[in-house]
């Protein structure tokens, strides 16, 4: 049974991979590139383990791509405070708003399902990126299964195909962190060399 699951796995990860859409890629790469040439930030919005992704990808686009990057769950204390006094669904919106975020700005969205209004899903990241449309500033989605609405709001959406359904929340969450090393790495954002 270890050995199946194990096999499994690893072969619908391949499929996945096989059919991540390159000229989607591209286009996110090509929306960094500008973001740094305009001197712009770049905010990374995800909730559960797209948020520790989120934090994570951070750190790289800052170290790796000279980057000014920021993930508005890394402050525990503002977060809550916005969630308390302002509620759960404006707590990224409200958040951007703080940063006065601009049309030099990208913000990017790691989710699972991409958030659902109707069934009161992520409705804080599609808040978020209804806010980035007001002021301008350029979306990225990097989601799993159809995309949600982040699919239908952001200017460039990375969709990972479902391969199974009971993979969606691991295969999405595992594909984020390959993308976001991929943009750092890419020989046209990486300024600073890895140590290893």
């Known amino acids: 049974m270890t050995n199946e699951f194990i096999a499994n796995y690893l072969d619908v990860s391949s499929r996945v991979l096989s059919k991540l859409d390159h000229v989607l890629l591209n286009d996110v790469v090509r929306l960094i590139i500008e973001l740094r040439n305009s001197g712009g930030r770049l905010f990374i919005l995800g909730v559960g383990g797209s948020a520790a992704n989120a934090s994570h990808a951070v750190n790289d686009?800052?170290?790796?791509?000279?980057?000014?990057?920021?993930?508005?769950?890394?402050?525990?204390?503002?977060?809550?405070?916005?969630?308390?006094?302002?509620?759960?669904?404006?707590?990224?919106?409200?958040?951007?708003?703080?940063?006065?975020?601009?049309?030099?700005?990208?913000?990017?969205?790691?989710?699972?399902?991409?958030?659902?209004s109707k069934n009161s899903v992520s409705v804080n990241l599609i808040r978020a990126l209804e806010y980035a449309k007001e002021k301008g500033s350029s979306t990225i989605g990097i989601v799993g299964r159809d995309g949600g609405e982040t699919a239908q709001l952001a200017d460039v959406?990375?969709?990972?195909?479902?391969?199974?359904?009971?993979?969606?929340?691991?295969?999405?969450?595992?594909?984020?962190?390959?993308?976001?090393?991929?943009?750092?790495?890419?020989?046209?954002?990486?300024?600073?060399?890895?140590?290893?």
């Open 61 to 116: 686009f800052r170290k790796l791509a000279h980057i000014e990057a920021y993930a508005p769950t890394d402050n525990t204390s503002e977060l809550t405070a916005r969630v308390n006094d302002e509620g759960w669904e404006t707590v990224f919106s409200s958040w951007l708003a703080g940063s006065r975020l601009n049309e030099n700005d990208v913000v990017m969205v790691f989710s699972v399902g991409g958030g659902d």
């Open 157 to 196: 959406c990375v969709i990972i195909p479902t391969e199974s359904e009971t993979l969606v929340t691991p295969l999405a969450e595992s594909f984020q962190s390959l993308i976001w090393h991929l943009l750092v790495s890419h020989p046209q954002i990486q300024v600073a060399a890895t140590k290893w």
